[in-house]
């Protein structure tokens, strides 16, 4: 039997419409529309395509976005500079610093210069210690967070499950498994150094590929049933494949996400929840 696709677009479809609702509610409570702030330095194709998606997405929910290009030479004293005033301007809710930095810039030294609480794609210190701990107030990074949203939309059980997440990233594979650990799932990350990889991925009820290796997890990897989460995004010949052999995967496991149209859909959606989240907490409403 073929698994049941986890269908992120549609997904993001419902949530835009209910995070439009949110925005309006808000701006006719308070006058006040949130409002992401996105920094970048240079031209890479990739950050420019991105940026335009998101302007695209905040816009259709009535958000306020901003674009803050820098030259491509930009030096560490001028973005560390520009976070600083965007972190203490009251009119910017929310701020993304994207990536690659020019050669030369340290990015912990920008991140530093980070509002925590306007840091809603979750890279500061301060939200990864508190996702960590799950203590207090925080951001989670957009993609695992909406890789968790598929899932619960989804009613999977997390409690008592075995989950398995290959990858050990700050920004998706160590950020899933926390948040997996949080919702009391027993988690074991793999990485290139694991052995024998399949005979762990084989243990997995959740079994979550985020890697960046094309069609690196396999169907005979596939425990039979069990929920696969792909968030890798590769190009073979051309065409968008992600780090689980879609095919041979879809025939063992009970539920998957599809790539294109599973992960990736929710990870601006969250973005935009995550701006909002941050308006209404300066707010305090």
């Not at 031209?43 to 991105?50: H, I, N, Q, R, T």
């Not at 890279?123 to 989670?140: I, K, S, T």
């Not at 991925?201 to 929920?227: F, N, Q």
């Amino acid at each position: 039997m073929a698994a049941r696709i986890l269908d992120g677009r549609e997904l993001a479809k419902t949530m835009r419409a209910e995070i439009a609702q949110s925005v309006a509610d808000l701006r006719e409570r308070t006058g006040v529309v949130p409002n992401l702030a996105v920094v970048r330095a240079g031209e890479d194709p990739a950050s420019v395509s991105y940026a335009g998606a998101i302007a695209k997405a905040f816009a259709g929910a009535g958000m306020g976005f901003s674009l803050h290009a820098l030259p491509a030479d930009a030096g560490q004293e001028a973005i560390v500079e520009l976070v600083a005033r965007l972190s203490a301007d009251p009119q910017v809710h929310g701020i993304m610093v994207q990536e690659p930095l020019p050669q030369g810039v340290d990015p912990a030294a920008v991140i530093a210069a980070l509002n925590p609480a306007k840091d809603v794609d979750g890279v500061h210190p301060e939200n990864a210690g508190r996702l960590l701990q799950d203590v207090g107030e925080y951001f989670v990074p957009a993609t695992p967070a909406g890789g968790m949203e598929l899932l619960r939309r989804n009613g999977v059980v997390f409690k008592g499950a075995q989950a398995v997440v290959v990858g050990r990233s700050n920004i998706v594979g160590k950020p899933m498994a926390c948040l997996l650990l949080h919702q009391h799932a027993t988690v074991t990350i793999c990485h290139s150094r694991t052995v024998d990889l399949g005979a762990v991925t084989r243990t997995a009820d959740i079994l979550v590929a985020a890697v960046g290796k094309a069609r690196l997890i396999t169907g005979e990897m596939v425990k039979p049933g069990a929920i696969v989460v792909d968030f890798g995004v590769n190009f073979v010949d051309g065409v968008m494949v992600g780090d689980v052999d879609f095919e041979g995967a879809s025939a063992i496991a009970g539920a998957i996400t599809p790539v294109p149209g599973g992960t990736g859909p929710m990870t601006n959606v969250m973005l935009m929840e995550n701006t909002l989240r941050a308006a209404m907490r300066q707010l305090g409403v």
